[in-house]
């Protein structure tokens, strides 16, 4: 069975979140939180050298977060130097193109080269995010600046063409790096992707173009200024998904915000323009994650506990350092089938492990203690299994066959702090007391807040969000509901959304334009 994907982006004032579907089933959820100074994968910085450490080998450099970055002799790159001199001779009186273009790239870093020989403090220095800021830890850096696309992946200041091992045919590998050595200026590189396989001239020449735009727009703050800044960011998560994982498969892409529905189509437009139909504008009553069914989804997979087939079940603990899943077999009848049970359950285990992996982007090591079994056979076969489903997933990982006890161990690439999302929440009402005013009350409440709206401030436009508990309480009975009711006295339009995040009594009034009444 082909297997469906759809994106739901969720754009609020303080942050876009989106989830990715496959078959309507949570499969990853992404937050990008707007303003404030957030470090993020991609992005690239000017930085000033704080500390050498020569024990290290290492560097730790200033990129304007409170936690220090962190950089290794081996991850200054091949062509250091003609970074450096590009960053020492730009000024606002220089032409940055002509610099750039006539820079030498001179002979590559060593190997066992030692970094006090390269760096010293106070230095400036263009670096690149590897690694988001984890916990005590800041980030790590690369001096290998990169700018990811679609089918090209841009390298300033190298002169390598590399070709993905994926794309099989001699005739096509040819094809595409003429195509991109001739469409590159001097002193710039290139990684064909895999997705660039089949694509046409003009396809790899805009992109190519853009990448090239991306990187030379970030000279201008360079040349102006000398002193700690972004040169530039990623796209948007929305894109950066897009980008990574857009195929043939995927089905729909829905966007509940005007600018960020046009931004994916016009990325679209430029990677892959035959498929800019699948980006649909989402403008629903309905709060698009709960439309879609996510917000059950998250509220049902974040838990320390989670539930799996026929009452079986996941503990999952995270720290720093390690995660631990254990697999319950929960209530279950005893049978003469013990192994053959014993392995179903553990087959449906490795498949929400395999979920929850993504889900929580959870990195580092991962130690599974699945219910024993007997067979060495089932082992091996569960092992496989595992393997089968972690091969869709893009961090690198590496999966070690189950030991006699039945753990399994997993790395996998950590780049950024794994995702919690607390499912509990203490009653605004009642702050944890577990005590409440009457729900008898609360409709006199909400009443008293509509008189106040309509007579007093002449809105006659209202939407009424509550919680789905509440809604239903407010609408019983077909003629003699409360909604019914408030409409015929105060003469008023009135709709009423349930929204499955509130809590018991919670509800809001907002007016025609969806701004928030207070």
């Not at 304007?64 to 991850?75: M, N, Q, R, S, V």
């Not at 106070?122 to 800041?138: A, H, R």
Request: charged share 30%.
């Amino acid at each position: 069975m082909e297997c469906e994907k759809d994106l739901i982006v969720d754009v609020n004032p303080s942050e876009v979140r989106i989830a990715l579907l496959e078959n309507h089933r949570l499969i990853e959820l992404n937050k990008e939180t707007g303003g404030g100074h957030h470090i993020t994968v991609g992005d690239a910085y000017l930085g000033k050298v704080k500390k050498v450490m020569p024990a290290l080998n290492a560097a730790f450099v200033d990129i304007g977060d409170e936690k220090e970055a962190f950089i290794h002799y081996l991850d200054l790159g091949l062509y250091f130097g003609a970074f450096d001199e590009f960053v020492r001779t730009t000024n606002s009186n220089t032409n940055a193109a002509e610099v750039f273009s006539r820079i030498k790239l001179g002979a590559p870093l060593e190997k066992e080269g030692r970094i006090e020989s390269i760096l010293t403090p106070g230095q400036m220095v263009v670096v690149q995010i590897v690694k988001e800021p984890i916990n005590t830890k800041g980030a790590r850096l690369t001096a290998e600046i990169s700018l990811a696309g679609r089918n090209i992946v841009l390298i300033p200041f190298a002169q390598k063409v590399s070709i993905s091992q994926k794309i099989s045919s001699k005739e096509e590998k040819k094809r595409l790096e003429t195509l991109v050595r001739s469409i590159l200026p001097a002193n710039y590189g290139a990684i064909i992707r895999t997705a660039a396989e089949g694509k046409n001239a003009a396809v790899l020449v805009a992109e190519a173009k853009s990448l090239i735009n991306k990187w030379e727009d970030s000279w201008k703050s360079l040349s102006k200024s000398k002193t700690v800044q972004k040169l530039f960011t990623e796209y948007s998560k929305t894109t950066t998904i897009l980008r990574d994982l857009l195929n043939d498969s995927f089905s729909n892409i829905y966007v509940n915000n005007e600018y960020e529905y046009q931004e994916a189509r016009r990325y679209i437009s430029l990677i892959s323009p035959e498929q800019e139909k699948i980006v649909k504008f989402y403008d629903g009553k309905e709060p698009i994650f709960d439309h879609f069914d996510v917000t059950r989804q998250i509220k049902s997979s974040f838990g320390k506990v989670v539930p799996l087939k026929q009452g079986a079940y996941l503990v999952i603990e995270t720290t720093e350092a390690l995660n631990v899943v254990d697999v319950n077999s929960g209530i279950r009848a005893k049978t003469t089938e013990q192994e053959e049970n014993t392995f179903e359950v553990n087959k449906n285990a490795a498949e929400e492990i395999a979920r929850q992996l993504r889900l929580r982007d959870m990195g580092g090591i991962v130690i599974i203690d699945f219910i024993d079994m007997e067979s060495a056979e089932h082992r091996n076969e569960l092992f496989k299994y595992m393997q089968e489903l972690m091969s869709t997933d893009r961090a690198k990982h590496n999966v070690l066959p189950l030991t006699k006890f039945g753990l399994m161990q997993i790395t996998r690439q950590r780049v950024r702090p794994v995702t919690e999302i607390n499912t509990t929440e203490q009653c605004p009402l009642c702050h944890g007391t577990g005590k409440i005013s009457s729900s008898l009350l609360i409709d006199e409440q909400i009443e008293r807040r509509l008189s106040y709206f309509v007579k007093d401030k002449g809105i006659n436009h209202l939407t009424l969000k509550v919680g789905p508990i509440l809604g239903a309480y407010l609408t019983r009975g077909l003629f003699t509901s409360y909604l019914r009711k408030w409409k015929k006295k105060y003469k008023c339009k009135l709709e009423l959304v349930e929204v499955s995040e509130f809590t018991v009594l919670q509800n809001e009034f907002y007016n025609e334009k969806g701004d928030l009444l207070e």
